[in-house]
């Protein structure tokens, strides 16, 4: 089963989030010009030329205007923005105690290049020449609004930061409140690869989407994912609470090829084949999955209890395994490779298991040293399917099939 637990880190994760607002800076900026040196033939109070004080042109007030209206309350949803009127606007400067807004002035306005962060005080300092050359500088502050940790939604990935995975390593983003706009945030969440590969996401349901390439990643890439949804409209008055950026790296290419029908598994290392083993796969009612999965985590040692997938203690099928050494799950159902001595005697020969792929001390220990998170487990010859959602299920799809999962097919 799987379980929200990164629910509890949501408000130490919450970043706040940001937005626009319009706010006249309507101090009118005039200013007296200084008595002229005029000549005796000017007469009293009068400009040379015979222009007297009260007909010289005075400059007309620059106003500043930005994208919100009340200061107070400004909603996140969009890029703050900044322009002048009776004057040129020549630099903004948007800062607060999150950090300052980067941003750049273009045709006359400053527009804001990232959002902001909800209930943030912020410092607008603009500086514009009016129309008689002086510079002017005023500063305002504003608030943004207020947002609860119901309010926000925050994106897990994985894999984590700086880890090496296997070739069937899809990137994973979890989100703990759901995503009605998928559009709007899939073209926020980046992936990029070297060598470059492309792939898209499919959307597994409005709190989870993955990334996968249309074959598997090639050994040795690195790949950079960019998850910029920080303050992004999510639907239902639910906002993106932070963005994240990861790096991981593509290890070793192994694939383990599993034939429930000769009871053997091929692991191959690089394309070479590495070891062949003699295994024991699920038996009749408790068949062991056909399809391609992936090595979603890895025990030196697990408790396999039988009421994990609802089987009771009463029941004849019930067991209660400790200490299970060299365990890889590849379902979140319940399915692992794994050390099984109890059972040396069918492998090789028979399916004696409850669906797990079972194998010598030996063999799980060899394999278990070779292997990462994100490795990949192909069986055949069961009729029991393996299903997108039930692990790492991603390459059960087409590339075809799983561009169609997109929120921008």
Excluded at 8 to 26: N, Q
Excluded at 28 to 47: E, K, Y
Excluded at 147 to 161: G, M, Y
Excluded at 366 to 386: A, K, N, P
Aim: some cysteine; glycine content about 10%; hydrophobic content about 35%.
């Amino acid at each position: 089963m799987r379980s929200r637990a990164l629910v509890t880190t949501r408000s130490a994760h919450r970043a706040t989030v940001a937005g626009v607002a319009v706010l006249a800076l309507t101090a009118g900026l005039t200013a007296c010009t200084s008595p002229g040196g005029g000549s005796s033939a000017d007469g009293p109070g009068q400009r040379p030329g015979g222009q007297s004080a009260s007909e010289t042109a005075r400059p007309q007030p620059v106003r500043l205007s930005t994208s919100f209206t009340d200061p107070a309350s400004v909603p996140i949803d969009a890029p703050v923005s900044v322009s002048a009127s009776g004057g040129t606007l020549d630099a903004v400067q948007v800062t607060s105690s999150a950090g300052d807004v980067t941003g750049e002035v273009a045709d006359g306005s400053w527009t804001a290049s990232s959002l902001l962060e909800p209930g943030t005080d912020y410092t607008i300092t603009a500086t514009a020449t009016r129309s008689d050359g002086h510079a002017v500088e005023r500063t305002r502050s504003f608030h943004t609004v207020d947002l609860t940790l119901d309010q926000q939604t925050f994106p897990s990935v994985a894999p984590l930061n700086g880890e090496t995975v296997g070739v069937g390593m899809p990137v994973v983003v979890t989100f703990d409140l759901p995503v009605t706009d998928k559009a709007l945030f899939e073209k926020h969440m980046h992936v990029t690869s070297s060598p470059e590969q492309k792939g898209s996401w499919y959307w597994l349901s409005d709190r989870e989407a993955h990334f996968r390439p249309a074959h598997y990643w090639k050994p040795g890439t690195d790949v950079s994912v960019d998850v910029d949804v920080n303050s992004l409209p999510a639907g239902n008055g639910i906002f993106g609470q932070e963005s994240r950026s990861i790096d991981f790296h593509i290890g070793d290419s192994v694939v383990s090829k599993v034939d429930v029908d000769t009871h053997l598994m091929r692991t191959f290392i690089n394309g070479t084949l590495a070891r062949t083993m003699p295994i024991s796969a699920g038996k009749a009612g408790w068949e062991t999955r056909s399809g391609t999965k992936v090595i979603i985590e890895k025990f030196r040692r697990k408790t396999m209890n039988a009421a994990t997938i609802g089987v009771d203690e009463s029941d004849p099928e019930y067991y209660n395994l400790s200490n299970v050494e060299y365990a890889m799950r590849v379902t979140y159902s319940g399915e692992f490779i794994h050390a099984a001595p109890w059972s040396v005697g069918s492998q090789g020969s028979a399916n004696v298991s409850h669906g797990c792929v079972g194998m010598s001390l030996a063999d799980a220990q060899w394999l278990y040293d070779r292997t990462s998170r994100g490795d990949v487990v192909e069986v055949s010859g069961s009729e029991r399917q393996m299903t997108l959602d039930n692990g790492y299920g991603d390459w059960n799809l087409s590339p075809q099939a799983w561009r169609k999962g997109s929120a921008l097919s």
